[in-house]
């Protein structure tokens, strides 16, 4: 197995391994999982993983309970995921779709789990009937004028972003 190296979107990945741990710094307690993926690999055709830290606080709990459903886990005890008890839950088989993106930790490049989605999902947009779209352009004109305003853009012509200039109020004056 290899440690996944790139972005990816809507991946599959089915669990291998997960438990509780705690962060060195603060001891705050996590739930963690690893996942490897089924249908991507490396150079030596060996299956990439990545691992996903649920940190578990009040302000998280939310995410994990959420991702742990999509897992398959419809417990009331987190016991029940410890692998250390006779009847814990099991997430083998549980395969889901994976969405990971590179940040930077310490200075070096590495992966996290962002999204993760049922195997029914799609990412697709349902469509927007021409009467709906009407009445969001209708909407958001004066949105459109009010961020011109104040948003002077001119296109460059050296191939470059579009550069803003600040608006006639904030110019300055020569």
């Given amino acids: 197995m290899s440690l996944i190296d790139q972005a990816v979107e809507l991946e599959r990945a089915t669990p291998k391994n997960w438990g509780f741990g705690k962060s060195k710094e603060k001891g705050t307690p996590s739930f963690w999982m690893d996942f490897e993926f089924t249908q991507i690999t490396d ?18 709990i939310d ?6 459903y999509v897992l398959g886990w419809f417990g009331k005890d987190m016991a029940e995921l410890d692998q ?3 009847a814990s839950f ?15 930790w310490k200075k070096k490049m590495s992966p996290r789990v962002k999204f993760i989605n049922p195997l029914d999902y799609t990412s697709s947009q349902g469509h927007l009937e021409p009467k709906e779209f009407k009445s969001l352009a209708n ?3 004066g949105k459109i004028a009010a961020w011109r305003s ?16 600040p608006s006639p109020e904030e110019a300055p004056v020569d």
């Fill in 150 to 165: 104040k948003n002077i853009l001119l296109p460059t012509t050296n191939g470059k972003k579009d550069e803003f200039l």
């Fill in 90 to 104: 099991s997430f083998y088989g549980h395969d889901v779709l994976l969405t990971v993106e590179m940040q930077e």
């Fill in 63 to 68: 995410y994990m309970l959420r991702d742990l």
């Fill in 84 to 86: 250390n008890e006779a």
């Fill in 139 to 141: 909407k958001l004109k």
């Fill in 43 to 60: 150079n030596d055709n060996r299956p990439y993983t990545v691992r996903q830290t649920w940190w578990i606080t009040d302000n998280t």
